[in-house]
């Protein structure tokens, strides 16, 4: 293959695993000063992120920039990427994947949290003005690769060219090879809840032994833990991945204790199943347990373009007489739970369930 041929270079969607990570959300102020703002800053992201990470070399610093559905049409125009649209929200009552305010996603990782910081004010100082920050997360790296409620977390990441098969676009959508999508959520945990569980009924919840990180036997494991209802199969029976970057971030002297949720993969449509099952149930009210100790607090779904594409936004901009439909999507509505006369859902395991294709 030719380099002229060679699909475009991806963001720093798979990158090795690091010890920090900023997320930042904001929203781009709608006036044609701060629009023409950001397309610049486009073509600057690349260039800081190489500028601060030269001064720790071995510091693993990336940064991954994604823009949502209505700031697309907004910024850039036609055409847009296939499947960006607004977040789809899901749940009913207490139980709800929530859809939050956010045009704008930089997620900044790297082994050192001032190599972060250093490089999380570079990009916004050159944003000030044209736009406001709606969400800002510094997670850390918590004790052997394991999220706040202390189980491993990511163990099933697709790695190497298996990760590229599942988080970056191919044929499907052409003007945007090498591209992805992203979607995050901030999660709040009811800790002391949580820890006054049994260390087995954790384990039912999650899917895996706690201390071992070994998924249960179908035998064991319930079909609304966690695991059962983020597994999905294609129509031959094999496995569906995203690529996850989850960190832990918190305040423990304000009692917050959080997850931050960030998912990549080459379509929306697999990670928006696993919230469906998540939080509707499969079949619907066979819902995550983990659901009953855990809150999502924000939501937001982002198109990350690829390298080439990243800086070559900075020159394009929508026709003034330009108008572009935002695909409209509706919230998917949880069901009152059936159950059994014990007061138990009367549901079994999953296995050979119908799944994402």
Avoid at 10 to 22: E, L
Avoid at 81 to 106: K, Q
Avoid at 157 to 173: K, M, R, W
Avoid at 179 to 197: E, F, R
Wanted: glycine share 10%.
């Amino acid at each position: 293959m030719t380099p002229s041929s060679a699909p475009p270079q991806p963001q720093s969607v798979s990158t090795s695993v690091t010890r920090s990570a900023f997320f930042i959300v904001a929203t781009v102020n709608d006036d044609d000063a701060s629009h023409a703002t950001v397309r610049a800053w486009c073509a600057d992201v690349a260039n800081l992120t190489r500028a601060v990470g030269k001064r720790v070399p071995a510091g693993n610093l990336s940064c991954v920039v994604g823009f949502a559905s209505e700031a697309w049409n907004r910024l850039f125009g036609a055409p847009r990427p296939a499947e960006l649209h607004p977040f789809r929200e899901f749940g009913s009552g207490e139980r709800v994947a929530v859809a939050t305010p956010g045009d704008l996603l930089v997620h900044i990782r790297a082994d050192q949290t001032d190599l972060c910081f250093e490089l999380a004010t570079q990009l916004m100082t050159r944003l000030e003005g044209a736009v406001t920050t709606v969400d800002e997360v510094h997670g850390f790296r918590n004790f052997d690769m394991r999220a706040i409620i202390g189980f491993v977390d990511g163990t099933e990441n697709p790695v190497g060219d298996e990760a590229a098969h599942f988080t970056v676009i191919g044929d499907a959508d052409p003007g945007f090879a090498g591209g992805s999508y992203v979607l995050v959520q901030k999660y709040l945990h009811d800790m002391k809840s949580w820890n006054a569980l049994p260390v087995e009924a954790q384990e039912h919840i999650i899917g895996r032994t706690k201390l071992q990180d070994i998924e249960l036997g179908d035998a064991v494991k319930p079909g609304w833990s966690h695991s059962s209802l983020t597994t999905l199969e294609d129509a031959d029976g094999d496995e569906i991945k995203i690529l996850r970057d989850n960190m832990p971030f918190g305040q423990p002297g304000k009692g917050e204790f959080g997850t931050y949720f960030i998912g990549y993969a080459r379509s929306p449509q697999p990670i928006e199943q696993m919230l469906e099952n998540m939080f509707v149930g499969l079949p619907p009210g066979n819902y995550d347990r983990l659901l009953d100790f855990s809150r999502a607090v924000t939501g937001g779904l982002f198109f990350v373009p690829s390298e080439p594409l990243l800086k070559a936004l900075a020159g394009r901009e929508p026709p003034a007489a330009q108008s572009i439909a935002t695909p409209a999507v509706a919230p998917t509505v949880a069901p009152a739970a059936a159950t059994s006369a014990d007061g138990s859902l009367a549901i079994g395991s999953l296995k050979g369930a119908p799944r994402y294709e």
